[in-house]
């Protein structure tokens, strides 16, 4: 492989990203290109026909898209960006092998766009990263700090006609806003003037790697952001240079809620949120349900505090925050009162935020779930359901199909079926339909006016179509 070039050098240099379409990869080419480098790339998804209308915008906006078949490799000069658990069989790699193109992985391009920028702000955690990410870069943005925001989820307040899968925003290289991930380890790879940390649970790791991961992060950031409400964020505060605590239930947080203020809806909430550093107050109005996304609000603010943004600014900022595709996204309700709602939901605690907001309003809830992958469902499934059995009533139903397999050799031994009995052995009612497409049928044949119908799941975009079509049908 060829040496790593500066930074300046990297992005004078042709980009290729193999499989550009996604939720993390797809923000990072529009980032580069915003740099002036051009940038090509393939997808499998493409190839396979799936979400044409993506692919069709991106091709508007510039990017020379190509077959997943090497063909778009064609100079040592390139610089291919790939994930690292990518296989080698793939015709790209091979072909950048070949050529001895530089190879990056979506982490290492983002820490390096994050790390040479003049103000790097992490959004770090299980839960809540994307939301967080695109709260804090409204605030920056709304006043007028041209932040660049590289998120993995489509921020609904920058969606255009020229760009409506806008996951990324382009702005001046002086404060850099991202997620970063704990999932893989390359949280390692980031210096954070500003490291938000919202929750440590379980997820794609074990408690102890989760604990030492977070812990460094906090030593590296030069101001740490730490939910003082999460137990395990709050045990890792003495890895920490300086510290802004935020949180709803801790009343020694110093980015807080005046206790009896909270006034929550099905689809927005409102809230005094108190700025303990002066003892000022200042009235939030939030477009999102949820206790967690008040505490992700929170977390917004005092990310953006640690950035220098007065308190009274963000709070005004967030009024007009819209919220993330994907996240708690109502799809619509029909005239009988069926409300179908899509949703990024899949490890236990992202699942429960969700079904927790649900059921604090009346109405029977139907989940369906698409695990996002056989090996997470063997990771997190019985935490997951555990998590359905226990949110949800006996009045409830929580609905699994098969988990999301693009092609590859992983061990698909287990399987939905197995997380279906778990739930069922712990009280809850669940139902495994293998195919998707049986699922919609299922669905519309037992829905009652006044249900909440919510379609969860991740690496897979054509989950949100599924979510439209059944509000077709329903209605």
Not at 349 to 376: D, M, N, W
Request: negative net charge.
């Amino acid at each position: 492989m060829t040496d790593m070039p500066t930074p300046e050098e990297l992005f004078a240099r042709p980009f290729f990203f193999c499989g550009i379409g996604g939720s993390g990869m797809l923000p990072l080419a529009q980032i580069v290109q915003g740099r002036g480098a051009r940038v090509e790339g393939s997808d499998r998804s493409r190839d396979q026909g799936r979400t044409p209308e993506k692919f069709a915008a991106l091709e508007r906006q510039g990017f020379v898209l190509h077959p997943q078949d090497g063909s778009g490799i064609q100079s040592p000069e390139q610089v291919l960006v790939a994930s690292a658990a990518i296989e080698d069989t793939v015709p790209e790699i091979q072909r950048a092998n070949a050529l001895d193109c530089l190879r990056l992985s979506r982490a290492e391009l983002n820490s390096i766009l994050f790390n040479t920028s003049g103000a790097g702000l992490a959004v770090a955690g299980t839960s809540g990263k994307s939301t967080v990410t695109g709260m804090l870069g409204w605030i920056l943005h709304a006043i007028g700090r041209d932040p660049t925001i590289m998120n993995g989820a489509v921020m609904k307040n920058f969606v255009s006609p020229e760009r409506p899968y806008a996951s990324a925003v382009i702005g001046g290289r002086a404060i850099y806003v991202s997620e970063v991930d704990e999932s893989d380890g390359s949280i390692a790879l980031y210096r954070p003037a500003v490291g938000v940390l919202l929750n440590v649970s379980l997820d794609h790791k074990t408690m102890d790697e989760l604990r030492q991961l977070f812990a460094d992060y906090l030593a590296r950031s030069r101001i740490a952001v730490i939910n003082a409400d999460d137990p395990e964020a709050l045990a890792l505060l003495p890895h920490a240079k300086e510290v802004i605590t935020f949180g709803i239930a801790q009343e020694k947080a110093q980015i807080g809620v005046v206790p009896g203020t909270i006034a929550e809806g099905p689809v927005r909430q409102a809230a005094m949120v108190v700025d303990r550093h002066d003892g000022s107050e200042h009235a939030l109005r939030l477009n999102l349900p949820g206790r967690h996304n008040l505490s992700n609000a929170l977390a917004a603010i005092a990310g953006a505090a640690a950035a220098g943004i007065p308190v009274a600014a963000a709070v005004e900022a967030l009024g007009s925050f819209a919220g993330l595709a994907r996240r708690f996204d109502i799809i619509g309700t029909t005239s009988s009162g069926i409300t179908v709602i899509d949703d990024f939901g899949h490890n236990p605690e992202k699942c429960a935020a969700t079904l927790r907001t649900l059921k604090s309003h009346p109405g029977r809830v139907i989940a369906f779930f698409q695990p996002h992958g056989y090996g997470p469902l063997r990771q997190m499934g019985e935490e997951l359901a555990e998590t359905f059995a226990r949110e949800l009533g006996p009045d409830d139903l929580t609905i699994l199909c098969d988990p999301v397999y693009f092609g590859g050799t992983v061990d698909r031994s287990v399987g939905s079926d197995r997380i279906v009995g778990l739930i069922e052995q712990a009280g809850g009612r669940a139902e495994y339909i293998p195919a998707r497409d049986d699922v919609a049928a299922f669905i519309a044949e037992r829905a009652q006016p006044g249900d909440r119908i919510v379609v969860m799941g991740a690496r897979d975009d054509t989950l949100s179509e599924f979510a439209k079509g059944l509000l077709r049908r329903l209605s």
